[in-house]
């Protein structure tokens, strides 16, 4: 309900006011009066988001563009290091001089080592690993060229009718890089469990390897 009163006040002339029950009449005045308030304040918010984003890809952008010319640049990657001071240019100078007379190698190669079994070992090792991973990767790839099956190729060679010795040589360098990475192997894992570092033990171990890799080979080859 709308009611409109009159009030007197000091003035001559009189103040209207506007009276209503509940908000029949607040509601929809309110929502006018907001309406644009939201429109601008939505507005705001976007073009400042807008402009917040369009500051981090170009911040991004440059930041990338500085980091690429100072990989590509190597003056400028060079500008920021610290000078070597003097006392350490002539201790470094002192030092290649006198490995220079004394005609020493600069870094320390194989050639210089006393050979151990340990090294032995390890060396090969590594080149039995090698060797199997070559030999597995040629068997699978002349499985897949030649044309015929396995038992036609084992066929062919019974019949070159080679001696038994060869064939016993071949069959044991065949069996000898598995028996002895396998050996070794274990070995390696006992290491890794923390056992058997001393250097007598080193050296038992070692000899262990060779034996059983020898014995193991022998009889693989014997079948």
């Not at 060079?78 to 006198?98: I, L, N, S, W, Y």
């Not at 490995?99 to 050979?115: C, L, V």
Request: with cysteine; hydrophobic share 45%.
């Amino acid at each position: 309900m709308l009611s409109v009163t009159s009030v007197k006040n000091n003035s001559s002339s009189p103040r209207f006011t506007l009276k209503t029950s509940g908000i029949a009449l607040w509601s929809p005045l309110l929502l006018v009066i907001k309406m644009p308030l939201y429109c601008v304040y939505f507005s705001l918010s976007v073009s400042i988001r807008h402009s917040q984003s369009s500051f981090r890809l170009l911040f991004c952008r440059h930041v990338g563009q500085r980091c690429l010319w100072t990989r590509l640049s190597p003056s400028l990657s060079m500008r920021h290091v610290v000078p070597m001071g003097t006392a350490a240019k002539e201790e470094m100078a002192q030092f290649c001089d006198k490995n220079t007379q004394s005609n020493r190698p600069m870094s320390p190669h194989i050639t210089i080592y006393k050979w151990s079994l340990p090294m032995l070992m390890s060396i090969a090792h590594r080149g039995t690993g090698v060797a199997m991973s070559a030999g597995v990767s040629l068997f699978g790839l002349a499985a897949l060229i030649l044309p015929e099956q396995f038992p036609y190729y084992l066929a062919f060679v019974k019949s070159l009718s080679l001696g038994p010795a060869l064939i016993y040589s071949a069959k044991f360098a065949l069996a000898f890089p598995l028996t002895y990475h396998t050996w070794n192997g274990i070995r390696h894992l006992m290491w890794d469990m923390g056992k058997g570092f001393k250097i007598p033990q080193i050296y038992q171990s070692g000899v262990l390897v060779l034996v059983l890799t020898l014995l193991s080979s022998a009889g693989l080859a014997a079948m």
